[in-house]
């Protein structure tokens, strides 16, 4: 089945400061990579989503890049601010489209 | 309109029992997607039902089961409880398929096993 490693585990950053957080997939059939934030308590949420016929996608300071030949996608969050501190997951879906399956986190920390 | 309801927040068990756990997803919803998240493993998937169905299986043993009922609300069910099936449950609905929009979540169930 579908396996995604995500790293680094933990990211601190100081304001101002880019972060990127980097998955692998196995499955090479994946057609679509979303990424959600969850803060402190709350319920994970999406935040950009990319799939895969798209090389890279932009929304304001988040970006998402995607290299289906290495099977890899990252985040890339720029002019990071204290808000940003959350745990960021990456996800794939399988090829039926029936699962998501999640990386295991990344905890930003993001120091003013 | 109202968001992923999970019912109940919190409970806690002993070892060998048994738990449901509830989850009402967004009206219009047909996908339900289950989790199990603990520090350090991140997310992890459970099992997916459409329209009753159950339609993927992730890797967990058999004492976890769900099922779907015809309003879309779904239930999952933990028999013979361990310690190490104590974590944040979280349930997530979509329209028709995890991969066509976003996954909504519900604020979790927090099962404690003692």
């Known amino acids: 089945g579908e396996n995604v490693e995500q790293h680094p585990s933990t990211l601190s950053v100081q304001e101002g400061d880019s972060a990127v957080i980097k998955c692998t997939y196995s499955d090479s059939a994946s057609n679509y990579f979303p990424w959600y934030k969850q803060e402190l308590g709350k319920r994970p949420q999406l935040i950009i989503d990319?799939?895969?016929?798209?090389g890279e996608k932009k929304d304001q300071r988040i970006a998402v890049t995607l290299n289906k030949t290495a099977k890899h996608f990252s985040l890339h969050i720029t002019e990071t601010q204290p808000e940003d501190s959350a745990v960021y997951f990456c996800?794939?879906?399988?090829?039926?489209?029936?699962?998501?399956?999640f990386g295991k986190g990344t905890t930003l920390s993001v120091s003013s | 309109k109202a968001g992923v309801t999970q019912t109940p927040r919190y409970l806690i068990k002993t070892r060998g029992q048994q738990v449901t756990l509830s989850c009402s997803p967004i009206?219009?919803?047909?996908?339900v997607s289950w989790y199990q998240q603990t520090p350090g493993q991140g997310l992890q998937f459970l099992f997916e039902?459409?329209?009753?169905?159950?339609?993927n299986k992730g890797n967990f043993p058999g004492r976890f089961s769900g099922r779907q009922f015809s309003n879309s609300r779904s239930e999952m069910n933990v028999s013979t409880l361990e310690l190490g099936d104590s974590a944040l449950y979280l349930c997530?609905?979509?329209?028709?398929?995890?991969?066509?929009?976003?996954?909504?979540f519900g604020e979790g169930s927090r099962l404690t096993v003692l």
């Open positions: 009206s219009g919803h047909r996908s």
């Open positions: 997530a609905s979509s329209l028709t398929s995890p991969n066509t929009g976003e996954l909504f």
């Open positions: 996800a794939a879906s399988n090829q039926a489209g029936t699962a998501l399956i």
């Open positions: 990319i799939r895969s016929n798209v």
């Open positions: 039902y459409f329209s009753e169905t159950q339609r």
